[in-house]
């Protein structure tokens, strides 16, 4: 496999099993552009580079192949895919449908070192937009999210969400750059940081909803740009809100 994946050493901690180590050395080839849309790759090289062997490494590409970020090709190898407007109005959904839920019953949950910790991840994204660094913000905003899911307890819910928002980064269609400045998107984050740390799961909930299906249309809008095709976005948009 070329590039190589020099994903390993750039983690914070090794994840817990052998599956969870290759479930992220995949998402972060995908973020660092090691592993790219449409390229064929071979199980073997993968588990070869990560010196671990192929049976946790097919366990891990099965997962994500239920969500649509890869695919198999039999005898040969398997394909990062990219998602279609159809699938990003469906993973937002998806996420609307986990999140809004997680995040109330975090809220409700939470004691003073939860709110201190979510409190920190949002400084942390604060110092990220001051020094224009999308690479650290958008990896705070995703360990931000990803604690709230830890806080409200549901380990499947936080690695879905993970998987999905690790396929919508393939058709390279983040809302940060071009359609909203960091601080724009700071600022969107703020009534959820704010409604949690007061306790409000009510408002918490209604503030994570308005985030994603706010940052939903403007991936779709993104997506659907080079067709130009306004019908199909009302469309798909209207399954976002559905």
């Given at each position: 496999?070329?590039p190589?994946?020099?994903?390993?050493?750039?983690?914070d901690?090794?994840?817990?099993?052998?599956?969870?180590r290759t479930?992220?050395a995949?998402?972060?080839?995908?973020?660092?552009?090691?592993?790219?849309?449409g390229?064929?790759?071979?199980?073997?090289?993968?588990?070869?580079?990560l010196?671990i062997?192929?049976?946790?490494?097919?366990?891990?590409?099965?997962?994500?192949?239920?969500?649509?970020?890869?695919?198999?090709?039999?005898?040969?190898g398997f394909?990062?895919?990219?998602?279609?407007?159809?699938?990003?109005?469906?993973i937002v959904s998806?996420?609307v449908?986990?999140?809004?839920p997680?995040?109330?019953?975090?809220?409700i949950?939470?004691?003073?070192?939860?709110?201190?910790a979510?409190r920190q991840?949002?400084?942390?994204?604060?110092?990220a937009?001051?020094?224009?660094?999308?690479?650290?913000?958008?990896?705070?905003?995703?360990?931000?999210h990803?604690?709230l899911?830890?806080?409200?307890?549901?380990?499947?819910t936080?690695?879905?969400?993970?998987?999905?928002?690790d396929?919508?980064?393939?058709?390279?269609?983040?809302?940060?750059?071009?359609?909203?400045?960091?601080?724009?998107?700071?600022?969107?984050?703020?009534?959820?940081?704010q409604?949690?740390?007061?306790?409000?799961?009510?408002?918490?909930?209604?503030a994570?909803?308005?985030?994603?299906?706010?940052?939903?249309r403007?991936?779709?809008?993104?997506?659907?740009?080079?067709?130009?095709?306004?019908?199909?976005?009302?469309?798909?948009?209207?399954?976002l809100?559905?």
């Amino acid at each position: 496999m070329s590039p190589s994946l020099p994903v390993l050493s750039a983690l914070d901690a090794p994840p817990a099993s052998l599956t969870e180590r290759t479930l992220e050395a995949v998402r972060q080839g995908v973020r660092s552009g090691a592993l790219q849309p449409g390229e064929l790759y071979s199980v073997y090289r993968l588990a070869e580079e990560l010196g671990i062997s192929r049976s946790p490494v097919r366990e891990a590409l099965l997962r994500l192949a239920e969500t649509g970020m890869i695919r198999f090709e039999r005898n040969r190898g398997f394909r990062v895919i990219l998602p279609t407007p159809q699938d990003i109005a469906e993973i937002v959904s998806i996420r609307v449908a986990l999140e809004v839920p997680a995040v109330r019953r975090a809220t409700i949950q939470a004691g003073a070192n939860d709110r201190a910790a979510v409190r920190q991840q949002y400084a942390a994204m604060e110092t990220a937009a001051a020094s224009n660094d999308v690479a650290a913000f958008e990896r705070h905003d995703q360990q931000l999210h990803a604690l709230l899911m830890d806080i409200e307890g549901n380990i499947r819910t936080k690695s879905i969400v993970n998987n999905l928002r690790d396929a919508v980064r393939l058709v390279d269609v983040s809302t940060v750059r071009l359609d909203r400045s960091l601080t724009e998107v700071l600022a969107d984050h703020l009534p959820i940081v704010q409604a949690f740390e007061a306790g409000d799961h009510i408002a918490a909930a209604l503030a994570m909803e308005h985030h994603l299906r706010t940052t939903g249309r403007l991936l779709l809008h993104r997506a659907l740009q080079p067709s130009g095709d306004a019908e199909e976005e009302l469309r798909l948009w209207k399954k976002l809100i559905d």
